[in-house]
């Protein structure tokens, strides 16, 4: 195989999950070092939590992606290591299968010669298109829109997925939601600011690195 030949990347729908970190469109994934706190903006990303079975079929895939590409042929022609590809599933620390997609939140369009904003395409289970802004809270059942994208550099090799979309079947409903209830015999109070309102999603979560 030509060396300069460019392998055509392969469209890759998820399936059906649990939604667990969603961070798109305006609201970046942060990743926070664990040495030193630092905070820094990591693109956008969506994780899903996967059965035992859909992980051995998402494995499958991934291998199979990973043996036909470009990069593998070349790095096993040169003589390296091919056989442990690294990969965008992983288990978390309570032992469930993790399925991550990610992109960068802007783009270069060759057009107009200008970074322009990305926007991850929401779509309902019968391909209407949804509100950009649309809030999917963890719990809710998607699945990921991806491209297959094989790689290897100094940082090692193996498969990660590109975030182009994601297709609803089940939004779940805010976490906690209005729980508080009512006290009898209390009137309103009004003679006060009301709180900056932070939502469940907003609040600081632990990256899941892959």
């Known amino acids: 195989m030509n ?16 939604a667990k970190y969603i961070y798109i469109n305006g609201r970046e994934d942060i990743l926070t070092d664990q040495f030193t706190g630092r905070k820094t903006p990591n ?69 107009t010669q200008s970074q322009k904003e990305r926007v991850v395409m929401l779509r309902d289970g019968l391909q209407n298109i949804l509100d950009p802004k649309t809030t999917i809270w963890s719990g809710s059942t998607i699945r990921l829109v991806t491209t297959i994208n094989p790689y290897a550099g100094a940082m090692g090799y193996g498969i990660s997925l ?22 009898e015999g209390t009137h309103a109070i009004t003679n006060f600011e009301n709180p900056q309102y932070v939502s469940a999603q907003e609040e600081e979560q632990d990256v899941i690195p892959f």
């Open 3 to 18: 060396n300069n030949q460019k392998t055509k990347r392969e469209q890759y729908i998820t399936p059906l999950g649990t």
């Open 43 to 111: 693109g956008y990303s969506a994780t899903i939590e996967i059965t035992e079975e859909q992980a051995k079929e998402v494995k499958a895939k991934f291998t199979k992606a990973w043996t036909e590409s470009r990069e593998y042929e070349v790095l096993s022609n040169n003589g390296k290591d091919v056989s442990t590809p690294k990969m965008p599933l992983f288990k978390n620390k309570e032992g469930k299968w993790m399925l991550k997609a990610k992109t960068k939140p802007t783009f270069y369009d060759a057009k």
């Open 162 to 183: 590109y975030l182009s979309g994601i297709q609803i079947a089940e939004l779940a409903q805010a976490q906690g939601g209005n729980s508080w209830g009512t006290i």
